[in-house]
């Protein structure tokens, strides 16, 4: 997908809702954000750091 055209905003919400799913998801035996959520979550926060936006990493440790 190409987010060049995004708005930094629309970049950091979907973001930070996979950042938070991931939260949730430590906390239940049910894992919804898999490895293609992890690849995208990887492909907003490459345009997110290109664009050198703040915000907070996903831990995906704690899945």
Do not use: C
């Not at 708005?7 to 919400?13: I, Q, T």
């Not at 430590?26 to 936006?53: N, P």
Request: aromatic share 12%; hydrophobic share 35%.
């Amino acid at each position: 997908m190409n987010y060049s055209q995004m708005k930094d905003e629309r970049l950091l919400a979907f973001y930070e809702n996979v950042r938070e799913q991931v939260v949730l998801d430590a906390g239940s035996r049910y894992r919804f954000a898999g490895d293609g959520v992890r690849a995208y979550a990887d492909e907003l926060r490459e345009e997110m750091e290109r664009r050198r936006l703040r915000f907070t990493p996903i831990d995906w440790h704690h899945r």
